[in-house]
Protein backbone atom coordinates (compact mmCIF):
# COMPACT_ATOMS: atom_id res chain seq x y z
CA UNK A 1 0.00 0.00 0.00
CA UNK A 2 1.53 3.46 -1.26
CA UNK A 3 1.78 5.26 2.16
CA UNK A 4 -0.58 7.89 1.91
CA UNK A 5 -3.20 5.76 1.29
CA UNK A 6 -2.78 4.51 4.71
CA UNK A 7 -4.02 8.29 5.85
CA UNK A 8 -7.70 9.00 6.41
CA UNK A 9 -8.25 12.87 7.17
CA UNK A 10 -10.75 14.00 9.24
CA UNK A 11 -13.09 16.12 8.02
CA UNK A 12 -14.45 17.68 11.14
CA UNK A 13 -16.76 19.89 10.29
CA UNK A 14 -20.56 21.34 9.52
CA UNK A 15 -19.26 23.61 6.50
CA UNK A 16 -19.48 21.10 3.18
CA UNK A 17 -18.01 24.13 1.38
CA UNK A 18 -14.97 24.01 3.81
CA UNK A 19 -15.04 20.17 2.93
CA UNK A 20 -14.96 20.01 -0.17
CA UNK A 21 -12.72 22.23 -0.12
CA UNK A 22 -10.34 20.81 2.13
CA UNK A 23 -10.87 17.58 -0.23
CA UNK A 24 -10.25 19.27 -2.96
CA UNK A 25 -6.90 20.14 -1.82
CA UNK A 26 -5.96 16.96 -0.55
CA UNK A 27 -7.16 14.94 -3.80
CA UNK A 28 -4.08 12.42 -4.02
CA UNK A 29 -2.49 13.05 -0.87
CA UNK A 30 -4.79 11.29 1.30
CA UNK A 31 -5.82 7.44 1.45
CA UNK A 32 -9.62 8.56 2.47
CA UNK A 33 -11.68 10.81 4.74
CA UNK A 34 -13.74 10.50 7.72
CA UNK A 35 -16.98 12.16 8.52
CA UNK A 36 -18.60 11.53 11.51
CA UNK A 37 -21.55 12.86 13.83
CA UNK A 38 -21.07 16.65 13.49
CA UNK A 39 -20.65 16.53 9.86
CA UNK A 40 -23.35 13.87 9.08
CA UNK A 41 -25.85 15.32 11.56
CA UNK A 42 -26.02 18.69 10.01
CA UNK A 43 -25.07 17.66 6.25
CA UNK A 44 -27.01 14.01 6.09
CA UNK A 45 -26.02 11.16 3.44
CA UNK A 46 -26.40 13.88 0.92
CA UNK A 47 -23.15 15.79 2.31
CA UNK A 48 -21.57 11.95 1.96
CA UNK A 49 -22.64 11.78 -1.51
CA UNK A 50 -20.79 15.01 -1.90
CA UNK A 51 -17.38 13.90 -0.28
CA UNK A 52 -17.66 10.49 -1.70
CA UNK A 53 -18.01 12.41 -5.17
CA UNK A 54 -14.70 13.67 -5.16
CA UNK A 55 -13.10 9.78 -5.32
CA UNK A 56 -12.00 9.26 -1.65
CA UNK A 57 -13.05 6.32 0.27
CA UNK A 58 -15.53 7.44 3.28
CA UNK A 59 -15.09 6.33 6.89
CA UNK A 60 -18.57 7.09 8.08
CA UNK A 61 -18.11 7.31 11.71
CA UNK A 62 -21.28 6.96 13.38
CA UNK A 63 -19.73 4.81 16.01
CA UNK A 64 -23.95 2.93 16.44
CA UNK A 65 -24.86 1.92 20.30
CA UNK A 66 -28.30 0.55 19.64
CA UNK A 67 -30.08 -2.66 19.83
CA UNK A 68 -29.35 -5.34 17.54
CA UNK A 69 -32.58 -4.76 15.21
CA UNK A 70 -32.33 -1.22 15.27
CA UNK A 71 -28.18 -0.74 14.52
CA UNK A 72 -28.31 -3.34 11.80
CA UNK A 73 -30.81 -2.00 10.19
CA UNK A 74 -29.07 1.68 10.80
CA UNK A 75 -26.27 0.24 9.20
CA UNK A 76 -27.43 -1.09 6.24
CA UNK A 77 -28.82 2.04 5.37
CA UNK A 78 -25.20 3.50 5.76
CA UNK A 79 -23.39 0.75 3.87
CA UNK A 80 -26.22 1.91 0.97
CA UNK A 81 -23.84 5.13 0.95
CA UNK A 82 -20.37 2.82 -0.01
CA UNK A 83 -18.43 3.73 2.28
CA UNK A 84 -15.45 2.11 3.15
CA UNK A 85 -15.45 1.77 6.54
CA UNK A 86 -18.03 1.99 8.96
CA UNK A 87 -18.42 1.32 12.89
CA UNK A 88 -20.39 0.60 16.05
CA UNK A 89 -19.86 0.44 19.50
CA UNK A 90 -19.10 -3.50 20.92
CA UNK A 91 -20.00 -2.60 24.54
CA UNK A 92 -23.54 -2.70 21.84
CA UNK A 93 -22.37 -6.83 22.76
CA UNK A 94 -21.87 -9.80 20.61
CA UNK A 95 -25.62 -10.41 19.34
CA UNK A 96 -25.88 -6.71 18.10
CA UNK A 97 -22.38 -7.46 16.30
CA UNK A 98 -23.57 -10.13 14.80
CA UNK A 99 -26.73 -9.04 13.55
CA UNK A 100 -24.44 -6.02 12.15
CA UNK A 101 -22.05 -8.83 10.14
CA UNK A 102 -24.78 -10.27 8.88
CA UNK A 103 -26.90 -7.13 7.48
CA UNK A 104 -23.94 -6.28 5.62
CA UNK A 105 -23.45 -9.58 4.43
CA UNK A 106 -19.99 -11.01 2.37
CA UNK A 107 -20.16 -9.02 -1.02
CA UNK A 108 -17.16 -7.62 -2.47
CA UNK A 109 -18.48 -4.13 -2.07
CA UNK A 110 -19.24 -4.23 1.74
CA UNK A 111 -18.01 -1.97 3.74
CA UNK A 112 -15.45 -2.67 6.48
CA UNK A 113 -17.19 -2.96 9.88
CA UNK A 114 -14.99 -1.43 12.89
CA UNK A 115 -15.51 -1.66 16.41
CA UNK A 116 -14.79 1.13 19.37
CA UNK A 117 -13.81 -0.69 21.83
CA UNK A 118 -13.17 1.75 24.86
CA UNK A 119 -13.59 5.44 24.06
CA UNK A 120 -10.24 7.00 24.85
CA UNK A 121 -11.46 9.97 26.32
CA UNK A 122 -12.07 7.48 29.32
CA UNK A 123 -9.29 6.60 31.93
CA UNK A 124 -9.31 3.07 34.41
CA UNK A 125 -11.29 5.83 36.89
CA UNK A 126 -14.50 6.50 34.58
CA UNK A 127 -14.33 2.87 33.69
CA UNK A 128 -14.70 2.18 37.25
CA UNK A 129 -17.91 4.07 37.63
CA UNK A 130 -19.38 3.13 34.97
CA UNK A 131 -19.07 -0.44 36.69
CA UNK A 132 -16.27 -1.94 34.73
CA UNK A 133 -13.39 -2.85 36.96
CA UNK A 134 -10.05 -3.76 35.96
CA UNK A 135 -7.59 -2.14 33.15
CA UNK A 136 -8.69 0.24 30.15
CA UNK A 137 -6.37 -2.88 28.14
CA UNK A 138 -7.88 -5.80 29.42
CA UNK A 139 -11.59 -4.18 29.05
CA UNK A 140 -10.74 -3.12 25.24
CA UNK A 141 -8.67 -6.88 24.36
CA UNK A 142 -12.10 -8.40 25.85
CA UNK A 143 -14.08 -6.17 23.35
CA UNK A 144 -11.84 -6.44 20.30
CA UNK A 145 -12.26 -10.49 21.14
CA UNK A 146 -15.79 -10.39 21.25
CA UNK A 147 -15.82 -8.39 17.72
CA UNK A 148 -13.52 -10.36 15.94
CA UNK A 149 -16.04 -13.68 17.15
CA UNK A 150 -19.15 -11.31 15.94
CA UNK A 151 -17.63 -11.30 12.50
CA UNK A 152 -16.51 -7.89 12.68
CA UNK A 153 -13.08 -6.87 10.77
CA UNK A 154 -11.21 -4.50 13.49
CA UNK A 155 -11.37 -1.96 16.01
CA UNK A 156 -10.36 1.67 16.26
CA UNK A 157 -7.89 2.07 19.25
CA UNK A 158 -4.91 4.02 19.99
CA UNK A 159 -1.86 3.55 18.34
CA UNK A 160 -0.78 2.78 22.07
CA UNK A 161 -2.79 -0.16 22.50
CA UNK A 162 -2.33 -1.20 18.83
CA UNK A 163 0.60 -3.75 19.34
CA UNK A 164 -1.20 -5.67 22.02
CA UNK A 165 -4.09 -6.02 20.11
CA UNK A 166 -2.24 -7.26 17.06
CA UNK A 167 -0.39 -9.73 18.92
CA UNK A 168 -4.32 -10.86 20.36
CA UNK A 169 -5.52 -10.82 17.04
CA UNK A 170 -3.77 -12.03 14.03
CA UNK A 171 -2.73 -9.95 10.95
CA UNK A 172 -5.87 -9.73 9.36
CA UNK A 173 -7.54 -7.75 12.14
CA UNK A 174 -8.03 -4.09 10.96
CA UNK A 175 -6.73 -1.69 13.42
CA UNK A 176 -7.27 1.76 12.94
CA UNK A 177 -6.02 4.74 14.69
CA UNK A 178 -6.78 8.37 15.57
CA UNK A 179 -5.00 10.65 17.97
CA UNK A 180 -1.23 10.92 15.46
CA UNK A 181 0.75 13.88 15.57
CA UNK A 182 3.84 13.99 13.94
CA UNK A 183 6.57 15.40 15.76
CA UNK A 184 6.28 19.23 14.17
CA UNK A 185 2.61 19.56 14.99
CA UNK A 186 0.95 20.75 18.26
CA UNK A 187 -0.93 17.72 20.63
CA UNK A 188 -4.48 19.98 20.98
CA UNK A 189 -6.78 18.07 23.06
CA UNK A 190 -4.92 14.51 22.27
CA UNK A 191 -3.46 12.99 24.80
CA UNK A 192 -2.31 9.20 24.20
CA UNK A 193 -0.66 10.29 20.54
CA UNK A 194 2.14 8.35 18.76
CA UNK A 195 3.74 10.01 15.59
CA UNK A 196 2.58 8.45 12.09
CA UNK A 197 5.39 6.35 11.57
CA UNK A 198 5.32 4.73 15.49
CA UNK A 199 1.35 3.93 14.81
CA UNK A 200 1.71 1.91 11.50
CA UNK A 201 5.34 0.49 13.21
CA UNK A 202 3.28 -0.81 16.28
CA UNK A 203 0.46 -2.37 13.38
CA UNK A 204 -1.83 0.16 12.75
CA UNK A 205 -3.49 -0.20 9.05
CA UNK A 206 -5.48 3.15 8.83
CA UNK A 207 -4.26 6.70 10.52
CA UNK A 208 -6.82 8.83 11.27
CA UNK A 209 -5.66 12.12 11.19
CA UNK A 210 -7.20 15.95 11.88
CA UNK A 211 -6.10 18.99 12.74
CA UNK A 212 -2.32 18.00 12.17
CA UNK A 213 -3.58 18.17 8.26
CA UNK A 214 -6.94 20.21 8.28
CA UNK A 215 -5.68 23.04 10.69
CA UNK A 216 -1.51 22.93 8.75
CA UNK A 217 -1.50 26.25 6.31
CA UNK A 218 -0.97 24.29 3.71
CA UNK A 219 -2.83 21.18 3.96
CA UNK A 220 -1.53 19.05 1.21
CA UNK A 221 2.18 20.11 2.10
CA UNK A 222 0.77 18.48 5.67
CA UNK A 223 -0.34 15.35 4.55
CA UNK A 224 3.35 14.96 1.96
CA UNK A 225 4.98 15.27 4.89
CA UNK A 226 3.29 12.76 6.55
CA UNK A 227 3.48 9.93 3.72
CA UNK A 228 6.70 11.03 3.37
CA UNK A 229 7.92 9.80 7.02
CA UNK A 230 5.65 6.59 6.52
CA UNK A 231 8.29 5.69 3.74
CA UNK A 232 11.11 6.23 5.05
O1 LIG B 1 -7.67 16.51 14.88
P1 LIG B 1 -7.36 15.11 15.33
O2 LIG B 1 -6.22 14.47 14.59
O3 LIG B 1 -7.20 15.02 16.83
O4 LIG B 1 -8.67 14.29 14.93
C1 LIG B 1 -8.82 12.95 15.26
C2 LIG B 1 -10.18 12.47 14.85
O5 LIG B 1 -10.36 11.15 15.35
C3 LIG B 1 -11.35 13.28 15.40
O6 LIG B 1 -12.41 13.17 14.43
C4 LIG B 1 -11.71 12.57 16.67
O7 LIG B 1 -13.05 12.74 17.04
C5 LIG B 1 -11.46 11.12 16.25
N1 LIG B 1 -11.22 10.19 17.34
C6 LIG B 1 -10.22 10.37 18.29
N2 LIG B 1 -10.04 9.46 19.28
C7 LIG B 1 -10.82 8.39 19.33
C8 LIG B 1 -11.82 8.18 18.39
C9 LIG B 1 -12.00 9.12 17.39
O8 LIG B 1 -9.48 11.34 18.22
N3 LIG B 1 -10.60 7.48 20.25
Redesign the pocket.
Known sequence: MHPSKRIFV?L?TSDLDHALALGRDLAGHVGGV?V?KEFFTALGPDGVRAVAGLGFPVFL?LKFHDVPATVSRAVKAAAALKPFIINVHASGGGKMMRAVAEAVGDGSERPLVLA?TV???LGDDDLAAIGIAGSSETQVLRLARLAKESGLDGV?C?ALEAEALRAAMGSDFKLVT???RPEWAAA???KRITTPAQAVALGADYL?????I?GAADPADAARRIADELDR
Open positions: ADKGDVLTSVSPGIDDQVIGRPT
